[in-house]
DNA sequence: CATGAATGAGGCTTCATTCAT
DNA sequence: TATGAATGAAGCCTCATTCAT
């Protein structure tokens, strides 16, 4: 990669971490292409050199936000752990990322209002890679009898539904620090999982 | 009530309620005038008979959601049951609520971006409201020790995320009914509270 | 007359006067058909029993106005006085009429802007008669001796510009009375003509 | 200035004597943006490039208006010419000015009803000082025993008001010239003012 | 590359007008 | 007669997008 292309990358990742502030505070519809520019100190036009349309800006934001989610669980099941201390990895990492990211507006948004064709796919994808990892981690406990024997599916879509809530009532400017508040939340919704 | 009064009451009612449906579905920005007139077989004049702006009409549907969910929430604290299923029936209400309307999208905004003055000060309350009696019946079941001692107000948000988020993923075309789903879940979620 | 035509000639002049009045303070286009209906406690869909559109009202309105100010001079020009005493006495009623009326809006208009065809001829009419009359009573002091030799049109036009303009400036709080305020300007508006 | 911000405050009058010309001519209420930009070959969304909204449209034209009428009556204050003539420049550059910028449409209007906050401050000020030169015109002529000893505010809103009219009758197309009637006129409402 | 400027489509809102009761 | 309701045209305004410089 040249200078120039090291360039234009890091452009095009800091619109994106700005975009994804913005949307995620105020949503897709809300955010202006001025916004967006207006926090990096850039015109709407110079937006346009980097990102076909609006749109593109979103999925290459969400996309983002997924590979990252990917990345740390696919991460975690790789590690050498006890089955337990990996899920509970996992939904702390899940939780400090969205409280740090601000965001998660993507999990929190249908994708097929959104996207379309390739794309969408593509998004439904990363999400479903995401969601299966979740699974296995679940299947894998039940299997060495550590957790109950719950409806995989739905235990994983009420977790990921607590955690993601997170950024509607987690308040920066309380007493606890993000690791101290996932530490706790994935305690309690370990119980769910957890046999009596 | 005179008939006439009857009747526009009737329509100011089926126009909420097809405003939540829309705005709940694609988002308050996403949802244009047309959009909740169409579906009524309206025009967008008409509405505005019956309702001073957009701004008007998302206020009033959020309202009469929190409403409703307090005025449920309360009924099921009055009645004459045992901790425990008093906060299993709030649990399958909010949920059985929450997939009937298509909606709780009230509940996942964050308000002080819609509203403002004396408007977001009714639903800071009305939202109060709904927490505090959550927190009642978690803090009735800890006294009992029928619940263990865990942080109120985080399992309350874990549990209302996790509920509010089932709009994202349910689907009803899916084998399990609204109840059926309900029942299940608020089994799931119970176990963070039970003492084991 | 029957007496309810009677009823309805009253209904329809007390619409004229509604209507004078706020056109008069808000102008046309700002003053909306509920504006003049609700000064009534009417509703809009009465007006319109008396009145075809909006734009009857204002051409009936004008005429009204017109017609008074037409009645007023003519009647003026035909009593036994001296022509400098019939002058003042013309632009006194005319000053106390626009004070009270709190209009002249009508006069402050282009009519080609909002009358056309027949309307726009009747209203022509009645300016040009108005004007006439007018000019004759300045005709008339010019052939005494008494006025000197101006240019009629002209002077009459800034005799009546200056006293429709009294409205932009009068106020009923201040000391003194519509009539007062009319001697005292009928009298420096005479030094235009009064021969020295 | 830079080439680029001259180019951009030159847009900014063309659209602003647009704008004073369609308003004086239809009114405020009547006037469309559409009319507005139509005139410049715009299109709509030009307009709301360098202006925020109608209101600001309306209050810059009128504003601008104002602030050119104070810097002349100022200039012919300080110049060294015996108070009649004085008081005549001012008068005939008043109806020059009005007739030449088909407006005065500012001066026609009730700001109370456009403009509000400091707006309205700006613009009574503005008002006032233009009132306040007049004035001290008069009275400096009244001590020099040139002119009677009138009341000093009711005459100026008697010229002001004959003045302002002009636009309402005086033709382009007529005989004189713009300023040959303004001299015409300024000899007749003289006569108020002169001691005879 | 960046930006100031321009555009046009689309959404909100008002309001004259109509009409059934 | 009177009115509550409904309608649709028209006007304001925003904003994604384009483009010349």
């Known amino acids: 990669m040249s200078l120039r292309e090291k ?26 292409m001025e916004d967006i520019a207006a926090k990096l100190l850039m015109t709407k036009g110079s937006v346009y050199y980097y990102f076909k349309d609006k749109q593109d800006l979103l999925y290459q934001s969400y996309k983002m936000l997924l590979e990252q989610s990917n990345k740390m669980i696919t ?3 790789n590690m050498n752990l006890p089955i337990k201390e990996k899920l509970e990895k996992v939904m702390k990492s899940h939780i400090v990322f969205i409280i740090s990211e601000r965001s998660s507006y993507g999990l929190k948004v249908k994708p097929e209002h959104y996207f379309e064709g390739e794309q969408l796919e593509i998004i ?15 299947e894998e406990g039940i299997q060495a009898k550590i957790f109950s024997e719950v409806d995989v599916k739905i235990v994983r879509n009420l977790i990921i539904g607590a955690m ?33």
């Open 7 to 32: 360039k234009t990358a890091k452009k095009k990742a800091d619109i994106l971490r700005s975009a994804v502030e913005v949307i995620a505070e105020k949503g897709y519809h809300a955010t202006t």
């Open 75 to 77: 991460e975690i099941i």
């Open 124 to 138: 439904f994808g990363l999400q479903e890679n995401y969601a299966n990892s979740f699974d296995q981690l679940i």
């Open 164 to 196: 993601n809530w997170v950024i509607q009532w987690y308040s920066t400017e309380g007493k606890k620090s993000a690791e101290e508040m996932a530490e706790i939340i994935s305690e309690y919704l370990m119980k769910i999982l957890i046999r009596s």
